[in-house]
């Protein structure tokens, strides 16, 4: 049963996110909760020293990180194709993937109505200010908690698009573990304040963006080719078709040559240069 459906495509449309239980489930989920787990420490672990980053207690950090499951999670099929048909292109590059963990004390947002810290990521998203006609001018992200988020675990609130800033009419992101949400840097939303004692809130996202748009973009992750292990052997374990969304050229791209594709070898282990061998052997 496919999870992403055109319903999902039409509540994007029309909300500006849409909101999917169960997205992951089973082995899979139990395999990234620990794998979040190890990078992004649990409360009861560092309590005595918080981390501060932002407003109050969190963490945030980017790529990279040393799990390998979360990066092979990131090419999610259903993810990659729903993104493509949101963003009205093949040709999609994926944009920075970041985690992040709420922790107690964390006050940012407010709490019930409060709107501070409202706002749409488009401003340091992108050079371009907010298109209101043509959608595929903004990048996705799939947000997703691994693990249950309640009411006062500092859940995201988002704003339906047709109440524009109206926080009373905010839908707060509590959900169970494996929930998926999906929105733009279009769609209006706000943190919430961590007011339990103990516990954290966790968030793993990764994001897409239109390979032509080279005006968008976060952050990103050209600097780990060659000073990330981990990455590098992520990279490495990819089909030619998959590393294109993660900006590299396609087989048949004038760059590819014995000597280029001797040097990724080596960069990339497990680099196999054959679909681009093909391509060139085919141009002769």
């Known amino acids: 049963m496919r999870r992403l459906t055109d319903k999902n495509l039409e509540e994007l449309d029309l909300n500006g996110f849409t909101i999917v239980p169960d997205f992951i489930s089973g082995d899979l989920l139990t395999t990234l909760q620990a794998a979040q787990r190890r990078v992004l420490p649990p409360w009861e672990e560092i309590r005595t020293n918080p981390p501060q980053d932002q407003s109050g207690n969190s963490y945030v950090p980017c790529f990279p990180h040393e799990e390998m499951d979360l990066y092979k999670a990131t090419m999610d099929e259903e993810s990659i194709a729903f993104a493509r048909k949101w963003l009205k292109t093949h040709e999609i590059h994926m944009r920075v993937g970041c985690m992040i963990a709420r922790y107690p004390g964390h006050t940012g947002g407010g709490t019930e109505f409060d709107d501070t810290g409202l706002h749409i990521d488009n401003g340091n998203n992108s050079l371009l200010p907010i298109s209101e006609t043509y959608r595929e001018f903004g990048q996705m992200v799939f947000w997703v908690h691994l693990e249950d988020v309640d009411m006062d675990q500092a859940p995201l609130r988002l704003i339906p698009r047709k109440h524009g800033r109206d926080m009373t009419k905010c839908v707060p992101l509590v959900c169970k573990a494996g929930t998926l949400c999906i929105f733009t840097n279009f769609t209006y939303h706000s943190a919430s304040a961590y ?42 374990g990819l089909s030619a078709a998959q590393r294109e969304i993660w900006r590299f050229p396609p087989p048949g791209h004038h760059y590819y040559t014995a000597q280029t594709l001797s040097l990724l070898e080596e960069q990339y282990p497990g680099w196999d240069s054959e679909e681009y061998l093909t391509h060139m052997s085919a141009e002769l």
């Open 195 to 236: 007011t339990r004692a103990d516990g954290q809130r966790y968030t793993w996202a990764y994001s897409f963006g239109r390979a032509d748009h080279y005006w968008e973009g976060f952050k990103h992750y050209t600097h780990l080719g060659k000073s990330t292990p981990i990455f590098q052997e992520f990279i490495g």
